[in-house]
């Protein structure tokens, strides 16, 4: 069975950090894309970042670019997400995905997998 596990969210003041970590148990992790996404009250659930395979490849929201960095180590099978210089707006539920295929992408239906979800609320 596939499991995503997203983990590190929490409350944070505006202008901090935090690293979001998600586990996963795909047995080919190395071969998938991986990608955050997230999802404020009342709003549709967005994309954020994602990373190719090897991380040789990441593609980022105009609205994190330049605060948050995805990463990934694939022996371990995580993927990470560090968030700098936090924004109220950055409140959300945030998503871990998993895509099989080569293609960074950030359409949600090129996605197969999906965690449970970290809540990340950033006060001011």
């Known amino acids: 069975q596939v499991q995503l596990v997203e983990s590190g969210g929490g409350l944070v003041q505006a202008g901090g950090s935090l690293r979001l970590s998600c586990a996963a148990s795909?047995?080919?992790?190395?071969?998938?894309?991986m990608g955050w996404f997230r999802q404020a009250p009342g709003k549709e659930r967005e994309f954020v970042a994602a990373i190719s395979w090897n991380g040789g490849f990441t593609y980022y929201a105009d609205a994190v670019k330049g605060r948050f960095t995805i990463s990934r180590d694939n022996a371990k099978k995580m993927v990470y997400l560090q968030m700098n210089s936090l924004l109220l707006e950055d409140t959300a539920i945030y998503y871990c995905?998993?895509?099989?295929?080569?293609?960074?992408?950030?359409?949600?239906?090129?996605?197969?997998?999906w965690g449970q979800g970290t809540q990340v609320t950033v006060s001011s």
């Open positions: 795909l047995r080919t992790f190395s071969t998938y894309v």
């Open positions: 995905a998993a895509a099989l295929g080569g293609v960074v992408t950030r359409r949600e239906n090129e996605y197969s997998f």
